[in-house]
């Protein structure tokens, strides 16, 4: 995917309805340079802004809280971030009194993984570079 992909001239790429070679004149089939810089914006943009995170565990669970949820605020701070992930535990015990379930909550500013977006494939009908 961020490899540059040239075709030498004189190059085969295919075989014509008489059965003739067809070559090709070379040149860049792939270059990866607009997407690497649009990585490095979007990465630039994300990581150069002030960010907040915000974790919280709980003993209970809060109702309504989703993913992609906005948090405003936290014990009277401002903090504008999105939650990002929740991770509730269950203890799986034989017990009368087991310990109560936990509800952690991790929200974020900026979600932004550089890494993830690289390892993105796309069709080649979707891949137009102007």
Do not use: K
Not at 8 to 15: F, K, R, S, Y
């Amino acid at each position: 995917f961020l490899s540059l992909v040239y075709i030498a001239a004189e190059t085969t790429v295919g075989i014509d309805t008489d059965r003739e070679l067809e070559t090709s004149d070379g040149g860049v089939l792939r270059n990866p340079l607009p997407t690497l810089q649009a990585l490095c914006t979007i990465a630039h943009r994300s990581m150069v802004q002030p960010r907040r995170n915000l974790r919280v565990n709980s003993g209970r669970i809060i109702p309504g809280v989703q993913v992609g949820d906005m948090i405003a605020s936290h014990n009277a701070q401002t903090c504008d971030t999105i939650v990002q992930e929740i991770v509730i535990t269950t203890p799986v015990m034989e017990s009368d009194s087991p310990p109560p379930m936990q509800m952690m909550l991790n929200a974020s500013t900026h979600s932004v993984d550089v890494v993830s977006l690289m390892g993105r494939v796309p069709t080649p009908q979707a891949e137009t570079w102007r």
